[in-house]
């Protein structure tokens, strides 16, 4: 089974920068990055292609950034400007369509 590990989530005030790191024991054609806020449904944040092709959702759009370590197995969301909607439990997971399981997540909280 695909093994999928986030981290470096945390507490930051809202304007702040965190970076996230996913190491996946497989990297698909296209990574994820996605997220799910308290009585929402988890949402797709930004995607990448092992060729570093980006798409991001328009929330986020102008200040995350995505980007991939293919020799590491790590994907990366670089998470700039943060406003307190951010906050929410990130995951990473195979792009498009996710896998039919998650790995822990990454908890962001961001203060106003």
């Known amino acids: 089974q695909v093994q999928l590990v986030e981290s470096g989530g945390g507490l930051v005030q809202a304007g702040g920068s965190l970076r996230l790191s996913c190491t996946a024991s497989t990297i698909f054609g296209i990574m994820g990055w996605y997220r799910q806020a308290p009585g929402n449904q988890r949402e797709s944040v930004a995607t990448?292609?092992?060729?570093?092709?980006?798409n991001y959702a328009d929330s986020v759009k102008g200040r995350f950034i995505i980007s991939i370590n293919i020799a590491k197995n790590t994907v990366y969301l670089q998470m700039n400007s943060l406003k307190p909607e951010d906050t929410a439990v990130y995951y990473c997971?195979?792009?498009?369509?996710?896998?039919?399981?998650w790995g822990q997540g990454t908890q962001v909280t961001v203060s106003s």
């Open positions: 997971n195979r792009g498009g369509v996710a896998l039919g399981f």
């Open positions: 990448i292609t092992r060729t570093g092709s980006t």
